[in-house]
């Protein structure tokens, strides 16, 4: 008995050495994160609403603190990037972006192609194109622009069909320019993914995708998994809600993201607060470990 008991402590012993021996082994193969490979989704900031009231100076400062890696400069904000710029001070917000660690990733407008109306249309078609020139000047990648409903006097399918015909002339505009035109999922019915793939389809231009905007309406119809499928490989850009907001599948959009390769930004759109950059901080770390990445 007694010999038995020390040849089991002996075995035990050696067992347990081993396994403190195998440990860092195991430990190293174990994923540090949800993806088989690391994101590379960038994390950025819309100036409306949070920044909406900092000059260029304040927006670089507070992106670079919170580590914020884009921008996308909202029309009529306080950092003043319109087309009024002259030709010396669009050099002079390009240098100060590239000096930066911050990127100008793109400006974001209200251009809409909606209206029924053919002088109001073409007007704002004509006024993107200045946007766009202004977006190459500055040392951005693309223009914003978005539906804003559906006209109920207009049949559904005629206003799809006049939304992407302007962005297929914008896309081809944009195209000499080296820039993008990121379609807002914006407007009511407009909103709706099935019509935003309608627009696109007609559309029919490389340099015209879709500005995911994580509405509430990406879940009607036949769901969210239906809806991101219709566009996924289309997504050029993403705007985010406050990612506490629990009713919004934010980890399901960010784990489909990753699985098409997707490298642009996810830009936050959120309120103001009076501590903005702590409040920026919060959000990163949320980004990060909705993707397994903290």
């Not at 029924?116 to 500055?138: F, G, M, N, Q, S």
Request: with cysteine; net charge positive; glycine share 8%.
């Amino acid at each position: 008995m007694k010999t038995d008991r020390r040849c089991f402590l002996k075995t035990a012993a050696l067992g347990v050495g081993t396994l403190a021996l195998a440990r860092p082994q195991l430990d190293a193969a174990e994923p540090t994160a949800s993806f088989a490979r690391r994101s590379s989704i960038r994390i950025g900031l819309v100036t409306y609403n949070l920044a909406k009231d900092w000059n260029i100076e304040t927006l670089i400062k507070n992106c670079e603190a919170a580590k914020f890696e884009g921008v996308e400069l909202r029309t009529t904000h306080a950092h003043g990037v319109e087309v009024t710029l002259s030709k010396d001070q669009r050099a002079e917000v390009r240098k100060r972006f590239e000096d930066s660690r911050v990127r100008l990733m793109g400006l974001g407008s209200a251009f809409e192609y909606q209206t029924p109306d053919a002088v109001k249309l073409r007007k704002d078609i004509e006024a993107t194109k200045e946007y766009i020139v202004l977006a190459h000047d500055v040392g951005a990648s693309g223009v914003k622009v978005r539906p804003n409903g559906l006209p109920g006097e207009v049949p559904k399918e005629k206003t799809l069909e006049q939304i992407g015909k302007s962005l297929r002339e914008l896309g081809e505009f944009a195209d000499g320019y080296g820039q993008v035109i990121r379609l807002e999922v914006h407007g009511a019915g407009t909103s709706l993914l099935p019509n935003i793939k309608t627009i696109i389809d007609v559309a029919d231009r490389k340099n015209v995708g879709v500005c995911w905007n994580s509405n509430q309406t990406d879940l009607d119809g036949q769901g969210f998994d239906y809806n991101f499928d219709l566009v996924k490989n289309r997504i050029f850009s993403v705007h985010m809600r406050d990612l506490f907001l629990e009713e919004y599948p934010f980890r399901k959009l960010l784990t489909g993201l990753n699985a098409t390769g997707f490298s642009g930004f996810c830009l936050a759109e959120i309120p103001e607060s009076n501590d903005p950059v702590r409040v920026m901080k919060y959000f990163r770390g949320l980004f990060l470990a909705y993707q397994g990445l903290l």
